[in-house]
């Protein structure tokens, strides 16, 4: 039996994780922080510690006898000062590594993002490619990759980082729920119309990622782009979130330059004045939407066996079942 110590375990990925570990039959340890409802993976067996990554002294005791960590937390993309997100992605991320090499780890799994490509134009980009910081968020997921791999050169920790692109599923407390309340408007807005293709990934081929990544020798000093294998327009996307949930969306096609520029001037306004800037304004995502955003997964393919299973319209169908208040449980799985 596997030991296995997972950060974020209340999270997107996270809890799709602990659902894959204990299906394997793995011992799973999860950090949560207090505010969250880890009632569910509880119930699934896991042990939970309450705290956070501040705490180093908690994480040295937490990840005592452990044999993979699993590196799942983060502050999400959207929303956070670069003081936020350095403190959780970078120096949360330094205290797990320095508390995994008291112990004799088998693998230590990070979840990076696609975004440490940048926001710009993405056609088969593979894992060769230069990191380009392109706002906090990114920036602090590269510079958290970069603290990674020196514990990999420095001290041998056997690291690996997956490096996922847009995440959809069940306890998407964050993407899913602004997409309804863009598509609940008169007319949704598009930039360029949602011509532009992006990949797409199930949480459940995550989790299912990261195993194998924890399990191949391959692996150790590598990083993989994860996704769902198919790309597809964002109107596409969107069109389908629609239909299931019987929205009946009208798109309005709104030109990428003034979207950006418009993005831009909000963000500087919310500095000088702090408010709130809604998800779908905020300047990251406008340009991201204003790219095609394709990544190459043939290395994780090859040297992982990755192979995505979740088609989108399931992980939109499960999302949506999840959305609108049904039991995990009622979620299919893979039955493995």
């Known amino acids: 039996m596997?030991?296995?110590?997972?950060?974020?375990?209340?999270?997107?990925?996270?809890?799709?994780?602990?659902?894959?570990?204990?299906?394997?039959?793995?011992?799973?340890?999860?950090?949560?922080?207090?505010?969250?409802?880890?009632?569910?993976?509880?119930?699934?067996?896991?042990?939970?510690?309450?705290?956070?990554?501040?705490?180093?002294?908690?994480?040295?005791?937490?990840?005592?006898?452990m044999q993979i960590i699993y590196h799942c937390a983060a502050r999400p993309p959207l929303g956070g000062t670069l003081y936020e997100f350095t403190r959780d992605n970078v120096d949360g991320t330094e205290n797990l590594l320095k508390a995994a090499l008291h112990q004799e780890i088998e693998r230590f799994v990070h979840v990076s993002t696609v975004d440490v490509y940048g926001y710009s134009h993405h056609d088969g980009t593979n894992e060769e490619a230069p990191l380009k910081p392109d706002g906090p968020y990114s920036r602090s997921k590269i510079e958290a990759e970069r603290i990674v791999l020196f514990f990999y050169e420095r001290h041998q920790l056997p690291v690996t980082i997956l490096r996922p692109c847009l995440i959809c599923g069940p306890f998407d407390r964050h993407l899913f729920p602004a997409v309804i309340k863009i598509l609940s408007l008169k007319r949704s807005p598009l930039v360029n119309g949602g011509r532009r293709l992006h990949d797409l990934v199930y949480a459940r081929d995550v989790a299912e990622a990261m195993v194998l990544a924890a399990t191949k020798p391959a692996a150790i000093g590598q990083c993989y782009n994860i996704s769902g294998g198919v790309r597809k327009s964002a109107r596409e996307i969107l069109q389908a979130i629609s239909d299931m949930a019987g929205k009946g969306s009208q798109f309005l096609h709104i030109p990428y330059l003034p979207a950006y520029g418009a993005a831009r001037l909000i963000d500087f306004a919310s500095k000088v004045i702090p408010y709130p800037v809604p998800s779908f304004c905020r300047w990251e995502t406008i340009k991201a939407m204003g790219h095609d955003r394709h990544f190459d997964i043939?290395?994780?393919?090859?040297?992982l066996g990755y192979q995505p299973r979740v088609t989108l319209e399931e992980g939109i169908q499960y999302s949506w079942d999840w959305y609108c208040g049904k039991k995990p449980q009622a979620v299919p799985l893979w039955g493995l």
Not at 21 to 38: H, K, M, N, T, W
Not at 298 to 303: D, G, L, M
């Open 2 to 65: 596997t030991r296995a110590f997972v950060t974020g375990g209340t999270g997107l990925v996270g809890s799709h994780l602990v659902e894959r570990l204990i299906e394997r039959g793995d011992s799973v340890c999860a950090l949560c922080r207090p505010s969250s409802d880890f009632s569910y993976i509880e119930r699934l067996g896991a042990d939970v510690i309450v705290g956070d990554l501040s705490d180093e002294a908690l994480l040295r005791r937490a990840v005592q006898n």
């Open 298 to 303: 043939s290395k994780a393919v090859r040297e």
